[in-house]
């Protein structure tokens, strides 16, 4: 499949993601790429990860294979009316937004739906923005399809076979299965953690303890709430039915944890802890959903001088590269102090075998 022409249209986070995995994986891709902000584009063109800069939506997109909507959803209709102009009877018209039936029935409206193959790579990061874009983020994470009822099938079969080239798996779902979907398993939790985070603001004292000491789990369950504000606010607005009729939901489900715990009814909190911890444990381990799976590990050492040291130099000298540290002081939880985080599995677990054998107290952490 070498010896395609992309163009983005947006190059932040998701974009500049694919736009990176597509150089890596088929390195004769040409790409093409636009984004409001010049200074993103120059970047991309600077990191060899775009061949040309396109100053607006015009001609320079006429001999694109593929063409990736990448910006906001409030851009969609500006962005398709432009797109119309230019688009080859040949390309395929896709996006990586995470509300599909709204672009469907935008791309309708716009006369180009018997192009279009809707695209959602689950994956993302708190950060956003090309400035954190990387090719890994996509790697076995699942990239759902939306196929209108007029897509060509050798099109869409091209498309299915080119996410596969770029590292991630390939779903197929109509858009309204996919919004049903996601609005339980990645627009509700972003829902929730800010509500907890919030929850928490406004609880605390006024020397801030509660800020102070969280850590651990409540961490761990809030990490999505440091995601882009504006963009979270677009998706409620794009798939708001499906997120009323979920957080009606799961308000009846906290009212009845409410009352579990007020009567002190020991079996139906034991019942919810349970049920929920051996559904927990039965998902697919892979680096899907609305935040990349981390590689993280957890190690105990003393709090002397030296450990830390020790432990990052016994991974250096075998190669392995460390993608975030932190330090744990308080004990909520089992795991120790030192908390490692690894780019990839691999990584991880040659980790986890090397310090184990240093007879270092390690854990992974899912």
Same mark, same amino acid.
């Given at each position: #499949?070498?010896?395609?022409?992309?163009?983005?249209?947006?190059?932040?986070?998701?974009?500049?993601?694919?736009?990176?995995?597509?150089?890596?994986?088929?390195?004769?891709?040409? $790409?093409?790429?636009?984004?409001?902000?010049?200074?993103?584009?120059?970047?991309?063109?600077?990191?060899?990860?775009? @061949? /040309?800069?396109?100053?607006?939506?015009?001609?320079?997109?006429?001999?694109?294979?593929?063409?990736?909507?990448?910006?906001?959803?409030?851009?969609?209709?500006?962005?398709?009316?432009?797109?119309?102009?230019?688009?080859?009877?040949?390309?395929?018209?896709?996006?990586?937004?995470?509300?599909?039936?709204?672009?469907?029935?935008?791309?309708?409206?716009?006369?180009?739906?018997?192009?279009?193959?809707?695209?959602?790579? #689950?994956?993302?990061?708190?950060?956003?923005?090309?400035?954190?874009?990387?090719?890994?983020?996509?790697?076995?994470?699942?990239?759902?399809?939306?196929?209108?009822?007029? /897509?060509? =099938?050798?099109?869409?079969?091209?498309?299915?076979?080119?996410?596969?080239?770029?590292?991630?798996? =390939?779903?197929?779902?109509?858009?309204?299965?996919? @919004?049903?979907?996601?609005?339980? &398993?990645?627009?509700?939790?972003?829902?929730?953690?800010?509500?907890? &985070?919030?929850?928490?603001?406004?609880? @605390?004292?006024?020397?801030?303890?509660?800020?102070?000491?969280?850590?651990?789990?409540?961490?761990?369950?809030?990490?999505?709430?440091?995601?882009?504000?504006?963009?979270?606010?677009?998706?409620?607005?794009?798939?708001?039915?499906?997120?009323?009729?979920?957080?009606?939901?799961?308000?009846?489900?906290?009212?009845?944890?409410?009352?579990?715990?007020?009567?002190?009814?020991?079996?139906?909190?034991?019942?919810?802890?349970?049920?929920?911890?051996?559904?927990?444990?039965?998902?697919?381990?892979?680096?899907?959903?609305?935040?990349?799976?981390?590689?993280?590990?957890? &190690?105990?050492?003393? @709090?002397?001088?030296?450990?830390?040291?020790?432990?990052?130099?016994?991974?250096?000298?075998?190669?392995?590269? $460390?993608?975030? $540290?932190?330090?744990?002081?308080?004990?909520?939880? /089992?795991?120790?102090?030192?908390?490692?985080?690894?780019?990839?599995?691999?990584?991880?677990?040659?980790?986890?075998?090397?310090?184990?054998?240093?007879?270092?107290? &390690?854990?992974?952490?899912?």
């Amino acid at each position: #499949m070498s010896g395609l022409t992309c163009g983005f249209i947006g190059l932040g986070l998701i974009g500049g993601s694919i736009a990176r995995a597509l150089r890596e994986a088929l390195p004769n891709t040409r $790409i093409i790429a636009y984004d409001i902000n010049e200074e993103t584009v120059a970047a991309a063109c600077a990191d060899k990860v775009a @061949d /040309a800069a396109a100053s607006s939506i015009d001609e320079t997109f006429s001999a694109c294979d593929y063409i990736f909507l990448c910006a906001p959803v409030s851009c969609n209709d500006e962005n398709l009316a432009a797109v119309k102009k230019v688009i080859s009877p040949d390309c395929v018209l896709t996006d990586v937004g995470s509300v599909k039936t709204s672009i469907h029935r935008h791309v309708e409206a716009a006369g180009l739906l018997p192009q279009f193959i809707g695209g959602h790579p #689950m994956a993302g990061s708190e950060r956003f923005g090309y400035a954190n874009s990387k090719a890994q983020l996509l790697r076995n994470a699942y990239y759902i399809l939306t196929p209108s009822e007029k /897509a060509d =099938p050798d099109r869409l079969a091209a498309y299915r076979d080119l996410v596969e080239k770029i590292g991630a798996i =390939p779903l197929i779902l109509s858009c309204e299965e996919h @919004d049903f979907i996601t609005a339980a &398993v990645s627009h509700l939790p972003h829902v929730l953690a800010s509500t907890l &985070v919030n929850l928490v603001r406004d609880s @605390d004292s006024p020397e801030g303890i509660m800020k102070q000491i969280a850590a651990g789990g409540f961490k761990d369950i809030t990490r999505i709430a440091s995601s882009s504000p504006h963009m979270w606010q677009q998706i409620c607005l794009s798939n708001s039915d499906n997120i009323a009729s979920l957080l009606e939901r799961y308000i009846e489900a906290l009212k009845a944890a409410k009352t579990a715990v007020e009567e002190k009814n020991a079996q139906v909190l034991y019942e919810l802890f349970d049920s929920a911890r051996t559904y927990r444990d039965s998902f697919i381990n892979t680096s899907s959903g609305p935040i990349k799976r981390s590689y993280e590990i957890t &190690v105990e050492i003393a @709090d002397k001088p030296g450990p830390l040291a020790a432990v990052t130099a016994l991974l250096a000298r075998n190669g392995i590269n $460390i993608k975030n $540290i932190g330090i744990t002081h308080n004990r909520e939880a /089992a795991e120790g102090t030192m908390r490692l985080e690894f780019y990839e599995e691999p990584g991880m677990s040659k980790a986890l075998h090397l310090l184990k054998q240093a007879g270092y107290d &390690v854990k992974a952490v899912f």
